[in-house]
């Protein structure tokens, strides 16, 4: 199971992010779009990189997404390289799309069968449930 939460200890202080919500997604997407393959490649190949590697138009968008992962903490001030990884690394951990797509899967693939189900119940109940007679008045 994925965790939902993860502590990171960075140099000045320890923060808690945590998964990112449909709202999240919903409300970031063009970050997130913006800044998927640099930060794949950042996260497969970070000792190649160094800081002024990346263009500068992501670091808003990085930014954003780190404050959406926040849970119920503050970011520490001058968060050097090492930090930035970290916070990259547990935010690309804890939203691992590859690892939850076959429990989103079974999650959807039951949905469907209990969907199924009630429909199957309702029809029945509505083709075989007693018909009363409407009342008369005598």
């Not at 690394?89 to 009630?118: F, P």
């Amino acid at each position: 199971m994925l965790p939902i939460r993860e502590i990171v200890d960075l140099s000045t202080g320890a923060v808690t992010l945590r998964a990112w919500g449909a709202h999240v997604a919903d409300a970031y997407l063009i970050d997130l779009l913006k800044i998927t393959a640099t930060l794949a490649a950042l996260r497969e190949h970070w000792q190649d990189f160094r800081r002024e590697d990346i263009e500068r138009e992501l670091w808003p968008a990085y930014w954003r997404l780190v404050q959406a992962s926040l849970d119920g903490c503050t970011l520490p001030r001058n968060l050097n390289w090492h930090d930035r990884l970290l916070l990259l690394d547990a935010m690309w951990q804890l939203n691992d799309i590859e690892a939850s797509e076959g429990k989103l899967k079974a999650l959807e693939q039951r949905a469907a069968q209990r969907l199924a189900r009630v429909t199957q119940l309702v029809q029945g109940q509505l083709t075989t449930a007693p018909q009363t007679p409407p009342l008369t008045s005598s």
